[in-house]
Nanobody
Framework: QVQLVESGGGLVQPGGSLRLSCAAS????????MGWYRQAPGKQRELVAQITSGASGGSTNYADSVKGRFTISRDNAKNTVYLQMDSLNPEDTAVYYC????????WGQGTQVTVSS
């Protein structure tokens, strides 16, 4: 049973930064793609960033709304994927979910990010 556990959410002021972590119960080499999604109240879940597997670290893809502010990365030795979020604004407020594809589709339980002064 694959488990994804997110952490790192919280309350931050506009312009601040947070780093989210997604720890997998097994090797992330088993997943050909991992990503972060978010869901704000009353809105559909949307893709934030993705990273594929690969010896060179994988390719990345970002939603237009976060390009230049968010960075997704992976640490294969720690079976963890990160989302570094900088220059946060209130529109980034949402529950952030980790996602993994490979032998099925897997989701974490989500972590709340609130950007407010």
């Amino acid at each position: 049973q694959v488990q994804l556990v997110e952490s790192g959410g919280g309350l931050v002021q506009p312009g601040g930064s947070l780093r989210l972590s997604c720890a997998a119960s097994g090797s992330i080499f088993n997943f050909y793609r991992m990503g972060w999604y978010r869901q704000a109240p009353g809105k559909q879940r949307e893709l934030v960033a993705q990273i594929t597997s690969g010896a060179s670290g994988g390719s990345t893809n970002y939603a237009d709304s976060v390009k230049g502010r968010f960075t997704i990365s992976r640490d294969n030795a720690k079976n963890t994927v990160y989302l570094q979020m900088d220059s946060l604004n209130p529109e980034d407020t949402a529950v952030y979910y980790c996602n993994a594809l490979g032998g099925g589709t897997f989701w974490g339980q989500g972590t709340q990010v609130t950007v407010s002064s």
